[in-house]
């Protein structure tokens, strides 16, 4: 079975800090995507990156960068320089390969507290 | 082009009634997934559909069900209604679903009295 972990129930921080929301999986499958999602009071989940279990190069979008280490089964998410506007609970969400279908599965979530 | 749209997005039942949601996925997606989230539980997947047939299943009893019209358009339905059924019912859609992404609607907040 598949199980996603997100050991960080809450993170505080003061605007202009980086901050690093970590994120590790269980699969048996070889073949896995894996996702972030925030999810900011109003309730919609935002989708924010997809990334395969073939391609371990990072990512950086903006001020959102993404560390993916397949040795660590992790993918963590980083925000440089943070803002009021990415306070959010911020979900990774893992899902298997395959002919069946769409299933994500969810971490806990961690809710992201920027301070002005 | 416009996002997955929720109806109602608000609902309050009593124990023991029934209730049917509906979502309109992006226009040309055509997989339409389902998925609970509760403070105790976190996100849960209910069920999936594409071209109007159930192509995966969550683990819930059967009091959940679903299903997808030609036009992709998905409505799930909870019968005899429980307190623990109070929650955020999110639909996503995508456009072959398999490992797509998924994009979410605003969710409909279910509480049963």
């Known amino acids: 079975a598949q199980k996603v972990t997100q050991a960080q129930t809450e993170i505080s921080v003061v605007e202009k800090e980086d901050v690093t929301l970590d994120c590790v999986y269980e699969t048996r499958d070889t073949t896995y995507y894996l996702f972030w999602y925030k999810q900011p009071p109003s309730g919609e989940l935002v989708f924010l990156i997809r990334?395969?279990?073939?391609?371990?190069q990072n990512e950086i979008s903006g001020r959102y960068s993404w560390n993916f280490q397949k040795s660590t089964s992790s993918f963590n998410f980083t925000i440089t320089a943070s803002q009021v506007v990415d306070s959010a609970v911020y979900f990774c969400?893992?899902?298997?390969?395959?002919?069946?279908?769409?299933?994500?599965?969810f971490g806990e979530g961690t809710q992201l507290t920027v301070n002005p | 082009k416009a996002g997955v749209t929720q109806t109602p997005r608000y609902l309050i039942k009593t124990r023991g009634q029934q209730v049917t949601l509906s979502c309109s996925p992006i226009?040309?997606?055509?997989?339409v997934s389902w998925y609970q989230q509760t403070p105790g539980q976190g996100l849960q997947f209910l069920f999936e559909y594409f071209s109007e047939t159930q192509r995966n299943k969550g683990n819930f009893p059967g009091r959940f069900s679903g299903r997808q019209f030609s036009n992709s358009r998905s409505e799930m339905n909870v019968s005899t209604l429980e307190l623990g059924d109070s929650a955020l019912y999110l639909c996503?859609?995508?456009?072959?679903?398999?490992?797509?992404?998924?994009?979410f609607g605003p969710g409909t907040r279910l509480t049963v009295t």
């Open positions: 226009s040309g997606h055509r997989s």
């Open positions: 969400a893992l899902s298997e390969a395959g002919a069946s279908g769409s299933r994500l599965t």
């Open positions: 990334r395969n279990s073939f391609d371990e």
């Open positions: 996503a859609s995508s456009s072959a679903g398999g490992s797509y992404e998924q994009y």
